[in-house]
């Protein structure tokens, strides 16, 4: 049975750059290059880029999967 997400719950769902850093543990200039680069999924909202949680969390499995193939 799925559970309806209140507005805090979704709003804690999407990330912006500091928390995205925090996440994932690297530094925000980071975070930036790999937008730009198109490595990491995000959005683009306005002038601002925001960083999906479901979004990273395949990211890092991908990557993961990738590493423990070579």
Excluded: C
């Excluded at 200039?29 to 683009?44: D, T, W």
């Excluded at 969390?57 to 590493?67: M, P, S, T």
């Amino acid at each position: 049975m799925s559970e309806k997400l209140t507005g805090n719950d979704k709003a804690q769902e999407i990330m912006d750059v500091r928390q995205a850093a925090k996440y994932l543990g690297l530094g925000e200039s980071s975070i930036y290059k790999l937008a730009k680069k198109g490595e990491i999924p995000h959005v683009k909202l306005l002038s601002s880029i925001r960083f999906p949680k479901a979004a990273l969390d395949e990211w890092i499995e991908a990557q993961a999967r990738k590493n423990i193939k070579k």
